[in-house]
């Protein structure tokens, strides 16, 4: 393939088009992909922010019951693998799953060294920084945010509290969420570039085949034709056309070559001697 023209011409074309595109995909695909796990991590915080705030007035009344019942119901929304509520000392206080009661969480888990890395408990993260990914039980993807429970003035004031002002942090809302969904939507998107990449080869390789034929190749052809013409000793009936200026110049000049020789054939005084004869 290489020995030809038309391999030396369209397969380094066709390896450099493929390797420009795949890249420009990988780019693409990972500038998309950290873009959705940005916002859905925006979207998970904003959630837990949420959760907070509704539950904030059944928080300062200490009405366990409400807030078990808003547990209960968030956590049976779709999406949502576990929600529960514990205090500073680690034991969960209130979740979706009851076998998670008074059962302290292991401050070396996943999601808890990012505040007790240290010996003192970081009292705040970056929205990046309350978010973790793992495989639960089930083995499923699950995206978790740990939102702090601050000790805000009408906490530490409230009659039926008992947590001084210097305690800054009361206990943490810890939220899973699945990320089949996102799971789902990135493969598609995936596979849609892939699409469209392979549709961006074809075409961009077989338009540069295309040009290349009508400009460079079907010329080469004929004038490889008019040369063979010549070597043999034939008389081409007219001066071919719809050469590239390149090569019309090649043409002509094989054109003229013939003549000449088809003159100095035509008379054998003239071809003893090399030249045609003038004409009296």
Do not use: W
């Not at 009344?61 to 779709?78: A, F, P, V």
């Not at 995936?190 to 338009?207: C, E, S």
């Not at 002509?252 to 045609?276: H, I, M, W």
Request: proline share 5%; net charge positive.
């Amino acid at each position: 393939m290489f020995k030809t023209l038309a391999g030396r011409a369209l397969v380094p074309v066709g390896i450099a088009v493929t390797g420009f595109v795949i890249v420009c995909f990988l780019l693409l695909y990972s500038v998309i992909r950290n873009v959705v796990n940005r916002d859905t991590v925006g979207c998970a915080t904003n959630l837990a922010d949420t959760i907070l705030k509704s539950t904030r007035y059944a928080m300062l009344k200490s009405d366990r019951e409400m807030l078990t019942t808003m547990i209960q119901n968030i956590g049976q929304q779709k999406g949502v693998e576990h929600i529960r509520v514990f205090n500073k000392k680690g034991i969960v206080n209130f979740s979706n799953r009851a076998e998670e009661l008074d059962r302290q969480v292991d401050k070396k888990a996943e999601g808890c060294v990012g505040c007790h890395a240290g010996a003192i408990p970081s009292a705040s993260l970056g929205r990046m920084e309350q978010t973790r990914t793992f495989t639960n039980g089930d083995g499923r993807e699950v995206m978790a945010v740990m939102a702090p429970i601050y000790n805000e003035p009408e906490c530490f004031n409230a009659p039926c509290h008992v947590h001084p002002p210097a305690q800054k942090v009361l206990g943490t809302l810890d939220i899973g969420l699945s990320r089949e969904m996102l799971l789902k939507s990135l493969a598609s998107i995936r596979n849609q570039m892939i699409i469209f990449t392979i549709m961006i080869l074809v075409l961009t390789v077989g338009g540069v085949t295309a040009l290349l034929r009508r400009s460079v190749f079907l010329p080469l052809q004929k004038l490889r034709r008019l040369a063979e013409q010549v070597e043999a000793g034939e008389h081409p009936e007219a001066h071919p056309s719809h050469f590239p200026r390149e090569l019309d110049r090649i043409a002509q000049s094989l054109y003229n070559l013939s003549q000449k020789d088809y003159a100095t054939d035509g008379d054998p005084a003239a071809r003893e001697k090399g030249n045609v004869p003038k004409d009296s």
